[in-house]
């Protein structure tokens, strides 16, 4: 199996971890696809399939194509992984072993164990692929020909969704879900939209399809394991872009692309328009129709928009012509040293405090409620027969 070994040297303080990936296709167009909190490489298959036209691996024994010159060169070569934590990667033990900069340098090991000097760096979801994927722009610009983010947001309490009696049911139901049945109905109330579950496909609904697939995957790889889990978590929670982080991603000279499902009840859709309006004009934010996994759910839209912005790479499209926002001057008031500030973004980011200590408080009396549940059961006493006397 193909695995990418990152040693201590190359995260230090760590033990040697084992990262699994699979390459699809053949070119001189290289594309590292970073997927999203507790996903696995297969997550991907969309968009391997549209950006490749293969559905099968490459077989790592044969010699490397595409840079000889003949009309593979034209083509896209893909490589999407298992990240730590998941799937057939290693999961360390300790929540310190995860975070988005120590995740980052996986994926550049990754990259020069295949011998990529650069790539197109697509990374999808709170993704702490999303944000792994940022962090590794920052960190190694160098190595990044363009920046794709799906579905994203800028860590720690931007995690948190939009707290509503929905969201509030699902994550009840996320703590209690124990078998790969219960995991797959709520993994398809958070991915897609309710209009696409129910749509018919054949004989059946798309819903009914897609759960027998989702069973099956979690049954045939297993559940995430709790190391796993926390620490990925962890990762999410401490990520964080500073702004020198954020200049050195914009100021680059590569294009970004930012995709967000308007349906998103994972990643708010507010966080991701702040964020390309940080990276401006290097950023152009498009929005679909569709839940957190927008990239199976609008699969065309989403692949067309990753190969424009291939070929506007390759053609060296100014970052002016690249972006489609609007400059930040409308709806904005100055302060007396000069910058802008908006109102509606000063109230949004109050109540975006509020909402997580409202989460919290949450967080706690669920916990203590079902501690007082378990409480109860072991003191309640247990009637016994004369029979068994």
């Known amino acids: 199996m193909p695995y990418c070994v990152v040693t201590a ?9 084992r990262i699994f990936y ?14 999203g909190f507790a ?4 997550s991907w298959g969309p968009q391997v399939k549209g950006l490749t036209g293969a559905v099968e691996p490459v077989d790592e024994e044969a010699p490397a194509a595409g840079d000889d010159g003949s009309g593979a060169a034209e083509g896209v070569e893909v490589c999407c992984f298992d990240n730590r934590g998941m799937g057939r990667s290693s999961v360390p033990a300790h929540k310190s072993q995860y975070t988005t900069a120590i995740m980052a340098k996986d994926a550049l090991a990754l990259m020069n164990h ?13 993704g702490e692929r999303a944000m792994i994927a940022s962090k590794l722009a920052a960190m190694a610009p160098d190595r990044v020909a363009s920046l794709a983010l799906l579905n994203t947001t800028g860590g720690g309490y931007q995690c948190i969704p939009k707290v509503d009696w929905h ?6 139901r996320f703590l209690r879900a124990r078998t790969p049945e219960q995991r797959a109905i709520l993994d398809l109330e958070v991915h897609y939209t309710r209009e696409y579950l129910e749509e018919a496909v054949g004989s059946c609904t798309r819903r009914q399809m897609l759960y027998q697939e989702y069973v099956k995957g979690l049954s045939s790889g297993g559940m995430q394991s709790r190391h796993g ?15 020198k982080e954020l200049d050195r991603i914009r100021l680059a000279g590569f294009l970004v692309l930012i995709i967000h499902g308007r349906d998103d009840v994972v990643a708010q859709l507010y966080y991701a328009r702040r964020l390309a309006e940080k990276l401006q004009p290097a950023a152009k934010l498009i929005e679909l129709h569709g839940g957190h996994l927008v990239s199976h ?10 190969m424009e912005m291939i070929k506007a790479s390759k053609s060296n499209t100014e970052l002016e012509e690249w972006s ?10 100055r302060k007396r040293d000069g910058d802008t500030v908006n109102y509606l973004i000063v109230t949004h980011n109050l109540l975006a405090k509020l909402q997580l200590i409202l989460l919290f408080f949450f967080g706690v009396f669920y916990v203590i409620l079902e501690h007082a549940r378990r409480a109860i059961r072991v003191l309640k006493p247990v009637r016994v027969s004369a029979s068994t006397l």
Request: one cysteine or more; charged letters at 20%.
């Open 9 to 17: 040297a190359a995260v230090a303080g760590e033990e040697e971890v």
């Open 22 to 35: 699979q390459r699809y296709g053949h070119g001189a167009a290289k594309v590292l696809l970073i997927i």
């Open 39 to 42: 996903g696995t490489y297969e």
């Open 114 to 126: 295949l011998g990529w000097r650069k790539a197109h760096v697509f990374g999808h979801s709170m």
């Open 167 to 172: 969201t509030i049911s699902l994550a009840c």
């Open 229 to 243: 889990f926390e620490g990925q978590i962890n990762a999410c929670w401490t990520h964080k872009l500073s702004t």
């Open 297 to 306: 759910e609008r699969p065309a839209e989403v692949n067309m928009s990753f």
């Open 324 to 333: 489609n926002l609007p400059k930040p001057d409308a709806g904005c008031l």
